[in-house]
């Protein structure tokens, strides 16, 4: 069942979600060379923690940690542990808060010093992705919507969506209905409504978009191993364009690029 928020619950949400983007204002500041990815998670769970919120993942369904950091040819839920993120590497960080009841969830692929420009690609086609999915998100519009614009923005540039995990609606609940693939059909699937709340989430393989499940029963990497990138905003469906409601400075980077690409 798609949950229409009330406005106190969308406010509620609001909160939530800016404590995630401070978030990540925040793992910007830590994330470099030499880092090991537990040290990271451990930096996030009491960033979190001291803005009064919880980590929503750590738990949920048995994952071990406050935040998936997916390595290069992971592709989502890399549990943190000893490896250290080396120089050249793109790390997806992906991170849920709850905060007086209220969930939502972002993530972000950051590029580790001087990357390829192969993975400087990959990069800026899953954030344009991301971008344009967001235009499509309007009143009236469906879901296919964006699972079309999604799909069309990674292949025309040789790259492949993810099909086995999708994006999702969120604010009670970390995962709401709808699910919302990133490829699809324009004029398919539910129909957008206002005070609807969406995790929108490309996640784009450079080369196929066939994945499998490592024996932790979690991390995600492309069969192929090649490179992968993630990223995620939670949006509020509203009159006029959507709202962005994890935004935050780490996007002013990628300006600039948007209007070449």
């Not at 009491?46 to 803005?51: A, L, N, P, S």
């Not at 609807?196 to 978009?209: F, K, R, S, V």
């Not at 492309?222 to 993630?230: G, L, W, Y």
């Amino acid at each position: 069942m798609i949950i229409i928020k009330s406005e106190k619950e969308i406010e509620c949400i609001k909160e939530s979600s800016k404590i995630l983007a401070e978030t990540f204002e925040y793992v910007k500041s830590q994330i470099k060379a030499g880092i090991k990815t537990k040290d990271l998670d451990r930096k996030i769970e009491t960033f979190i923690i001291k803005k009064g919120a919880k980590p929503a993942f750590k738990g949920y369904n048995g994952y071990p940690a406050s935040a998936c950091i997916s390595i290069n040819e992971v592709v989502i839920h890399g549990i943190p542990d000893e490896r250290r993120i080396e120089e050249g590497d793109i790390v997806g960080v992906d991170i849920g808060v709850k905060h007086k009841g209220c969930f939502s969830d972002a993530a972000y692929t950051f590029g580790i010093g001087e990357i390829s420009k192969e993975k400087e690609k990959l990069i800026d086609t899953t954030l344009l992705a991301l971008y344009r999915a967001i235009d499509k998100a309007q009143i009236g519009g469906r879901v296919g919507d964006i699972s079309h614009i999604v799909q069309q923005t990674a292949e025309s540039e040789g790259y492949n969506v993810v099909r086995e995990f999708v994006g999702h609606g969120v604010g009670k609940k970390l995962h709401e209905d709808p699910p919302i693939p990133n490829f699809g059909r324009e004029g398919f699937g539910p129909r957008l409504k206002s005070g609807m709340i969406l995790a929108l989430e490309p996640m784009i393989n450079e080369g196929t978009y066939n994945v499998d499940i490592l024996d932790d029963g979690w991390t995600v990497v492309t069969r192929d191993r090649k490179s992968s990138a993630h990223f995620e905003h939670t949006i509020l469906i509203t009159e006029g364009n959507s709202e962005i409601l994890t935004n935050s400075s780490l996007y002013e980077d990628f300006d600039s690029k948007l209007k070449l690409i």
